[in-house]
Protein backbone atom coordinates (compact mmCIF):
# COMPACT_ATOMS: atom_id res chain seq x y z
CA UNK A 1 0.00 0.00 0.00
CA UNK A 2 1.15 3.48 -0.90
CA UNK A 3 2.24 6.38 1.48
CA UNK A 4 -0.26 8.06 0.34
CA UNK A 5 -3.14 5.78 0.72
CA UNK A 6 -2.16 4.47 4.11
CA UNK A 7 -3.04 8.19 5.38
CA UNK A 8 -6.25 8.18 3.59
CA UNK A 9 -7.13 5.38 5.20
CA UNK A 10 -6.03 6.77 8.66
CA UNK A 11 -7.89 9.60 7.81
CA UNK A 12 -10.85 7.67 6.99
CA UNK A 13 -10.36 5.75 10.21
CA UNK A 14 -10.19 9.06 12.36
CA UNK A 15 -13.28 11.29 10.79
CA UNK A 16 -15.47 7.68 11.46
CA UNK A 17 -14.44 7.72 14.57
CA UNK A 18 -14.98 11.14 15.30
CA UNK A 19 -18.77 10.90 13.70
CA UNK A 20 -19.44 7.67 15.00
CA UNK A 21 -20.79 8.29 18.77
CA UNK A 22 -18.65 5.72 20.99
CA UNK A 23 -21.63 6.12 23.69
CA UNK A 24 -25.06 7.77 23.66
CA UNK A 25 -25.89 11.39 23.48
CA UNK A 26 -25.73 13.11 26.85
CA UNK A 27 -28.70 13.33 29.05
CA UNK A 28 -30.24 16.94 29.69
CA UNK A 29 -29.32 18.28 33.75
CA UNK A 30 -32.58 18.69 35.45
CA UNK A 31 -32.62 22.01 36.84
CA UNK A 32 -35.64 23.09 39.16
CA UNK A 33 -38.53 24.63 37.34
CA UNK A 34 -40.55 27.66 37.99
CA UNK A 35 -43.80 26.09 39.88
CA UNK A 36 -47.19 28.03 38.98
CA UNK A 37 -50.92 27.89 39.28
CA UNK A 38 -52.98 29.43 37.00
CA UNK A 39 -55.92 28.75 38.80
CA UNK A 40 -55.48 31.70 41.05
CA UNK A 41 -54.05 35.01 41.05
CA UNK A 42 -51.00 36.30 43.40
CA UNK A 43 -53.36 38.99 45.78
CA UNK A 44 -54.84 36.06 46.99
CA UNK A 45 -53.35 35.37 50.59
CA UNK A 46 -52.70 32.01 52.04
CA UNK A 47 -53.63 29.69 54.77
CA UNK A 48 -50.51 28.46 56.57
CA UNK A 49 -49.66 25.31 57.80
CA UNK A 50 -49.88 26.18 61.78
CA UNK A 51 -49.26 23.07 64.31
CA UNK A 52 -48.08 21.92 67.65
CA UNK A 53 -47.51 18.17 67.21
CA UNK A 54 -46.84 15.27 64.83
CA UNK A 55 -49.33 15.21 62.14
CA UNK A 56 -50.82 12.94 59.24
CA UNK A 57 -48.81 13.48 56.21
CA UNK A 58 -50.48 13.12 52.79
CA UNK A 59 -48.06 14.39 50.37
CA UNK A 60 -49.62 15.77 46.99
CA UNK A 61 -49.42 14.07 43.51
CA UNK A 62 -48.62 17.47 41.23
CA UNK A 63 -48.17 14.95 38.27
CA UNK A 64 -45.32 13.99 35.90
CA UNK A 65 -43.76 16.14 33.52
CA UNK A 66 -41.05 16.66 31.23
CA UNK A 67 -38.13 18.86 31.72
CA UNK A 68 -39.08 22.21 31.40
CA UNK A 69 -38.30 25.60 32.67
CA UNK A 70 -42.04 26.43 34.27
CA UNK A 71 -44.90 24.45 35.21
CA UNK A 72 -48.57 24.62 35.77
CA UNK A 73 -49.82 22.70 39.00
CA UNK A 74 -53.34 23.82 38.06
CA UNK A 75 -55.67 20.64 38.71
CA UNK A 76 -57.58 21.28 35.36
CA UNK A 77 -55.11 21.88 33.15
CA UNK A 78 -53.55 18.20 34.28
CA UNK A 79 -51.92 16.45 31.15
CA UNK A 80 -54.12 13.75 30.87
CA UNK A 81 -51.58 11.97 28.71
CA UNK A 82 -49.50 10.76 31.71
CA UNK A 83 -52.78 8.37 32.17
CA UNK A 84 -51.39 6.22 29.32
CA UNK A 85 -48.44 5.42 31.85
CA UNK A 86 -50.60 4.74 34.83
CA UNK A 87 -51.20 1.07 36.20
CA UNK A 88 -53.22 -0.19 38.84
CA UNK A 89 -51.82 -1.84 42.12
CA UNK A 90 -52.96 -5.23 40.73
CA UNK A 91 -51.01 -4.51 37.36
CA UNK A 92 -47.71 -6.91 37.47
CA UNK A 93 -44.55 -5.24 37.28
CA UNK A 94 -41.79 -6.24 34.60
CA UNK A 95 -39.53 -7.18 36.99
CA UNK A 96 -37.30 -8.83 34.00
CA UNK A 97 -36.44 -5.06 32.54
CA UNK A 98 -35.33 -1.52 34.36
CA UNK A 99 -38.95 -0.93 35.47
CA UNK A 100 -37.87 -0.32 39.20
CA UNK A 101 -37.16 2.43 41.49
CA UNK A 102 -33.57 2.76 41.74
CA UNK A 103 -32.17 5.60 39.93
CA UNK A 104 -34.67 8.38 41.24
CA UNK A 105 -33.02 11.19 42.33
CA UNK A 106 -34.65 13.12 45.05
CA UNK A 107 -34.70 16.91 44.77
CA UNK A 108 -35.93 19.47 47.16
CA UNK A 109 -36.79 23.16 46.26
CA UNK A 110 -37.65 24.51 49.99
CA UNK A 111 -37.26 28.87 48.63
CA UNK A 112 -40.12 28.18 46.45
CA UNK A 113 -43.48 28.88 47.58
CA UNK A 114 -46.63 27.30 45.43
CA UNK A 115 -49.60 28.06 46.19
CA UNK A 116 -52.17 24.92 45.79
CA UNK A 117 -55.27 23.20 47.31
CA UNK A 118 -56.72 21.00 44.74
CA UNK A 119 -60.07 21.71 46.00
CA UNK A 120 -59.74 25.60 45.52
CA UNK A 121 -62.62 25.33 42.87
CA UNK A 122 -65.02 24.60 45.46
CA UNK A 123 -64.19 27.65 47.98
CA UNK A 124 -61.67 26.03 49.79
CA UNK A 125 -58.36 28.23 51.09
CA UNK A 126 -55.02 27.97 49.38
CA UNK A 127 -52.01 26.66 51.01
CA UNK A 128 -48.26 27.04 51.14
CA UNK A 129 -45.86 24.00 49.83
CA UNK A 130 -42.87 23.51 48.40
CA UNK A 131 -41.84 21.10 45.66
CA UNK A 132 -40.46 18.43 45.70
CA UNK A 133 -38.88 16.42 42.91
CA UNK A 134 -38.31 12.42 41.88
CA UNK A 135 -36.27 12.85 38.59
CA UNK A 136 -35.10 10.30 36.20
CA UNK A 137 -31.86 11.73 34.73
CA UNK A 138 -31.39 8.06 33.70
CA UNK A 139 -31.56 6.23 30.40
CA UNK A 140 -34.46 3.71 31.40
CA UNK A 141 -38.17 3.74 32.41
CA UNK A 142 -38.28 3.63 36.10
CA UNK A 143 -41.48 3.09 38.46
CA UNK A 144 -42.93 5.45 41.13
CA UNK A 145 -46.19 3.99 43.45
CA UNK A 146 -48.73 6.34 45.53
CA UNK A 147 -51.98 5.96 46.49
CA UNK A 148 -54.89 8.26 45.11
CA UNK A 149 -53.71 11.59 45.26
CA UNK A 150 -50.87 11.83 47.34
CA UNK A 151 -47.72 9.48 47.92
CA UNK A 152 -45.95 8.09 50.77
CA UNK A 153 -43.82 10.30 52.75
CA UNK A 154 -43.17 12.64 55.72
CA UNK A 155 -41.00 15.78 56.63
CA UNK A 156 -38.17 15.52 59.39
CA UNK A 157 -36.04 17.92 61.15
CA UNK A 158 -33.05 18.40 63.24
CA UNK A 159 -33.76 18.29 67.10
CA UNK A 160 -31.43 20.24 68.66
CA UNK A 161 -32.82 19.54 72.14
CA UNK A 162 -30.30 17.11 74.57
CA UNK A 163 -26.55 16.82 73.87
CA UNK A 164 -26.48 15.64 70.88
CA UNK A 165 -28.68 17.11 68.00
CA UNK A 166 -31.04 14.13 65.97
CA UNK A 167 -33.24 13.75 63.06
CA UNK A 168 -36.92 13.60 64.12
CA UNK A 169 -40.40 13.10 62.21
CA UNK A 170 -42.65 16.23 62.53
CA UNK A 171 -45.36 13.66 60.45
CA UNK A 172 -46.44 10.83 60.32
CA UNK A 173 -47.95 8.54 58.26
CA UNK A 174 -51.65 9.48 57.46
CA UNK A 175 -54.45 6.96 58.33
CA UNK A 176 -55.47 5.06 54.88
CA UNK A 177 -59.27 4.97 54.63
CA UNK A 178 -59.47 1.96 52.39
CA UNK A 179 -57.08 -0.63 50.77
CA UNK A 180 -57.99 0.45 47.05
CA UNK A 181 -56.50 3.34 45.31
CA UNK A 182 -52.43 2.11 45.18
CA UNK A 183 -51.51 3.13 41.22
CA UNK A 184 -48.04 2.50 39.80
CA UNK A 185 -46.48 5.05 36.91
CA UNK A 186 -43.86 4.40 34.48
CA UNK A 187 -41.40 7.77 34.72
CA UNK A 188 -39.75 7.80 31.34
CA UNK A 189 -36.11 9.41 31.13
CA UNK A 190 -36.09 12.93 31.13
CA UNK A 191 -39.16 13.01 33.18
CA UNK A 192 -39.72 13.72 36.81
CA UNK A 193 -42.29 13.20 39.29
CA UNK A 194 -43.61 16.60 41.00
CA UNK A 195 -44.90 16.49 45.07
CA UNK A 196 -45.48 19.27 46.79
CA UNK A 197 -44.76 19.04 50.98
CA UNK A 198 -46.42 21.14 53.16
CA UNK A 199 -44.45 24.42 54.18
CA UNK A 200 -45.23 24.92 58.33
CA UNK A 201 -45.31 28.08 60.30
CA UNK A 202 -43.08 28.41 63.20
CA UNK A 203 -39.66 30.30 64.27
CA UNK A 204 -37.43 27.16 64.88
CA UNK A 205 -35.18 27.36 62.34
CA UNK A 206 -32.99 24.33 62.00
CA UNK A 207 -31.97 21.49 59.03
CA UNK A 208 -34.77 19.89 57.39
CA UNK A 209 -35.30 16.37 55.21
CA UNK A 210 -37.54 14.62 53.15
CA UNK A 211 -38.17 10.78 53.30
CA UNK A 212 -39.98 9.05 50.99
CA UNK A 213 -40.95 5.38 50.90
CA UNK A 214 -41.62 3.77 46.78
CA UNK A 215 -42.34 0.17 46.85
CA UNK A 216 -39.78 -1.16 49.26
CA UNK A 217 -37.08 1.43 49.04
CA UNK A 218 -36.67 4.69 51.04
CA UNK A 219 -35.40 7.33 49.65
CA UNK A 220 -33.73 10.63 52.10
CA UNK A 221 -32.81 13.76 50.45
CA UNK A 222 -30.45 15.94 51.50
CA UNK A 223 -30.55 18.45 54.36
CA UNK A 224 -32.11 22.09 53.78
CA UNK A 225 -32.71 25.10 55.97
CA UNK A 226 -36.45 25.56 56.79
CA UNK A 227 -38.71 26.92 59.95
CA UNK A 228 -41.28 24.76 62.01
CA UNK A 229 -42.43 24.50 65.39
CA UNK A 230 -40.75 23.33 67.79
CA UNK A 231 -43.91 21.26 69.27
CA UNK A 232 -44.16 19.46 66.14
CA UNK A 233 -41.77 16.89 67.42
CA UNK A 234 -43.99 16.03 69.91
CA UNK A 235 -46.67 13.40 70.06
CA UNK A 236 -50.50 15.00 70.45
CA UNK A 237 -51.77 11.92 73.15
CA UNK A 238 -55.20 12.23 71.00
CA UNK A 239 -53.97 11.39 67.52
CA UNK A 240 -54.16 8.77 65.15
CA UNK A 241 -50.14 8.43 65.30
CA UNK A 242 -50.40 7.73 69.43
CA UNK A 243 -53.21 5.80 69.03
CA UNK A 244 -51.05 3.09 66.60
CA UNK A 245 -48.02 3.36 68.90
CA UNK A 246 -50.67 2.65 71.33
CA UNK A 247 -51.73 -0.05 69.94
CA UNK A 248 -48.30 -2.08 68.67
CA UNK A 249 -46.80 -0.84 72.11
CA UNK A 250 -44.68 1.40 70.16
CA UNK A 251 -43.41 -1.10 67.34
CA UNK A 252 -45.07 0.84 64.74
CA UNK A 253 -42.90 3.73 64.84
CA UNK A 254 -40.75 2.16 61.99
CA UNK A 255 -43.83 1.84 59.97
CA UNK A 256 -45.47 5.41 60.61
CA UNK A 257 -42.09 7.19 60.55
CA UNK A 258 -40.90 5.22 57.41
CA UNK A 259 -37.67 4.50 59.60
CA UNK A 260 -37.29 7.88 61.67
CA UNK A 261 -37.42 7.52 65.50
CA UNK A 262 -39.34 10.19 67.01
CA UNK A 263 -38.58 12.16 70.08
CA UNK A 264 -40.36 9.88 72.58
CA UNK A 265 -38.93 6.94 72.88
CA UNK A 266 -42.02 4.38 71.43
CA UNK A 267 -39.86 1.77 71.12
CA UNK A 268 -39.64 0.38 74.57
CA UNK A 269 -42.86 2.25 75.89
CA UNK A 270 -45.46 0.53 77.28
CA UNK A 271 -48.82 1.44 78.08
Request: negative net charge; glycine residues 6%.
Amino acid sequence: MEVKEIILVIFVGIWIGCQSPSHESELAVFKSPQIINSQVNDSVELAVFQVEYVTEAFPVFAGKFKFLDKIDVNPENRDTALYKDFMTDFSPIRFNDSLDVNGFELVVDYEQSVKYNEYYRYGSGLYDYYPVYFVNSTKTDKIFLGKDSYVFGIQEALDKEGEYAQWRPIEGRGFDFCGNGRWKLIVHPQEFVLILMRKYKGDYETEMRVRFQVGENIFVSRPFKGRINEKQFSIHDSSYVARVLRETDGQAWAWLFYGAPPREEWVVKTF
